[in-house]
């Protein structure tokens, strides 16, 4: 069993649904990360987060430390948030410290 | 030029050539990051690199060996890879090693044949 799974693996969405993505992680972490992968490769990174909520624009991350569990959340989805998202942790023991873990990635399709 | 580039972009290579990943970062971080991305699977890191010292070798094969000349490029030199070698190779830093945000190359598609 993988220490960082997301659920669901895919998601179909029509355009300005409102979309949740979640991770959940076994391990202590000192920080989660969620990433954004477009077809191509390139990662960019949404948001990094150690408590509570953050906000970007249409995007929201939550953490619940105590349940060690996060969420994304897309408001008006729109086709162009079409790609694979991706939560990541920083473990907080041991010699790989600071290494990130990586769930396998949600792949997210919008239609208009 | 900005942020953290990667090259080539595609690579096919039989199994006895040698050929090497290249990865440049414009930011000023001290650490760097191989990691290899398989169909299906997590992520996987590699090796990483903090103030051109090799602290991590996450059990890779010979194969795959790494070379950090400063603190702004980081190489990835292959000989003798297998099919399975074929992934998505990327490349990622970040200020410090420890929990920060890391910033990713666009990485390379490798395919051994």
């Known amino acids: 069993k993988n220490e960082v799974e997301q659920s669901p693996q895919n998601l179909t969405a029509q355009e300005g649904e409102f979309i949740t993505i979640n991770c959940s992680y076994s391990?202590?972490?000192?920080?989660l990360h969620w990433l954004q992968q477009h077809p191509g490769g390139g990662i960019v990174s949404l948001f990094m987060?150690?408590?509570g909520k953050k906000k970007h624009g249409r995007l929201i991350a939550t953490i619940n430390i105590q349940e060690k569990h996060s969420s994304l959340h897309i408001t008006a989805s729109h086709p162009r948030d079409s790609a694979v998202y991706i939560c990541?942790?920083?473990?907080?023991?041991?010699?790989?410290?600071?290494?990130?873990?990586f769930g396998k990635g949600t792949k997210l399709s919008v239609k208009p | 030029e900005t942020g953290v580039t990667q090259t080539p972009r595609h690579l096919v290579m039989g199994m006895t050539n040698k050929k090497s990943l290249k990865c440049e970062q414009h930011?000023?971080?001290?650490?760097m990051y191989w990691y290899k991305q398989s169909a299906k699977k997590p992520l996987e890191l590699m090796f990483v690199?903090?103030?051109?010292?090799?602290?991590e070798n996450n059990s890779v094969p010979s194969r795959f060996s790494p070379e950090c000349p400063n603190s702004s490029h980081l190489f990835l030199h292959l000989h003798t890879l297998q099919p399975e070698d074929s992934a998505l190779y990327l490349c990622?830093?970040?200020?410090?090693?420890?929990?920060?945000?890391?910033?990713f190359g666009p990485g390379t598609r490798l395919t051994v044949t």
């Open positions: 990622a830093s970040s200020p410090d090693r420890g929990a920060y945000e890391q910033y």
């Open positions: 391990v202590g972490i000192s920080a």
């Open positions: 987060l150690s408590s």
């Open positions: 990541a942790v920083h473990m907080n023991y041991g010699g790989s410290q600071g290494n990130l873990i």
């Open positions: 930011l000023g971080h001290n650490a």
């Open positions: 690199y903090s103030l051109e010292e090799r602290v």
